[in-house]
Nanobody
Framework: QVTLVETGGGLVQPGGSLRLACAASGSIFHISKMGWSRQAAGKQREWLATISEGYGRTYADSVKDRFIIDRDSTKTMLWLRMNNVKPEDTGVYYC???????????WGQGTQVTVSS
């Protein structure tokens, strides 16, 4: 069992920056890949970024070149640096982890990000 807790959400102005954090605890040895997704009100959950066992990073087109995913070497901390945010980045942001191959195994409870002036 892995527990994930996201922090760092809040209100940010368009064009601003925000850094989300995700703390992982429990059976960390189960974790290979780590990632972030978000869900806007009335919309389906959208995958944003993944960081692999070997620190390979992939991003959705909607956030590529604006968001940066990173983690520590112990896989107990995951971050999402959000730059040049836009109103359409508003939503609940979730961190998730899983094995190298297959679906995500564990999800956090989410943190709200609101982009508004």
């Amino acid at each position: 069992q892995v527990t994930l807790v996201e922090t760092g959400g809040g209100l940010v102005q368009p064009g601003g920056s925000l850094r989300l954090a995700c703390a992982a605890s429990g059976s960390i040895f189960h974790i290979s890949k780590m990632g972030w997704s978000r869900q806007a009100a009335g919309k389906q959950r959208e995958w944003l970024a993944t960081i692999s066992e070997g620190y390979g990073r992939t991003y959705a087109d909607s956030v590529k070149d604006r968001f940066i995913i990173d983690r520590d070497s112990t896989k107990t901390m995951l971050w999402l640096r959000m730059n040049n945010v836009k109103p359409e980045d508003t939503g609940v942001y979730y961190c998730h982890v899983g094995p190298d191959v297959g679906t995500w195994s564990y999800w956090g409870q989410g943190t709200q990000v609101t982009v508004s002036s």
